[in-house]
Nanobody, 126 residues
Framework: QVQLVESGGGLVPPGGSVILACQPS????????MGWFRQAPGKEREFVGA????????VEGDSVRDRVTMSRDNTKNTVYLQLKFLRPEDTAQYYC???????????????????WGQGIQVTVSS
């Protein structure tokens, strides 16, 4: 069983930036296609970005495309999401997700991810 642990987040002023990290545990030497999603109260879960197992390819969600950077350090088994120029509408619970190890391609569809973290809150407010 893969467990995903997110870190980072918190209260960020408008225009600021945040770096979230996600570290799978339980399967140290297996890498996964990793994605980030977010969900604000009363809204559907929204795709933020995803990265392939090596980090050579990333895909970003439409609402954050020019403000997001995804990366991963497989030596630390950690993936990162940096979101810049934050706006109040970026306020949401952010979730890290992983596809089962046999999948090599990213996906923007939440149902295609097999493992999920507990989520971490990002609040953009002055």
């Amino acid at each position: 069983q893969v467990q995903l642990v997110e870190s980072g987040g918190g209260l960020v002023p408008p225009g600021g930036s945040v770096i979230l990290a996600c570290q799978p545990s339980g399967q140290r030497y297996i890498t996964y296609v990793m994605g980030w999603f977010r969900q604000a109260p009363g809204k559907e879960r929204e795709f933020v970005g995803a990265t392939t197992k090596t980090g050579s390819d990333t895909v970003e969600g439409d609402s954050v495309r020019d403000r997001v950077t995804m990366s991963r350090d497989n030596t630390k088994n950690t993936v990162y999401l940096q979101l810049k120029f934050l706006r109040p509408e970026d306020t949401a619970q952010y979730y890290c997700a992983a596809r089962s190890f046999q999948y090599a391609f990213t996906s923007e569809v939440p149902q295609e991810y097999d493992y999920w973290g507990q989520g971490i809150q990002v609040t953009v407010s002055s």
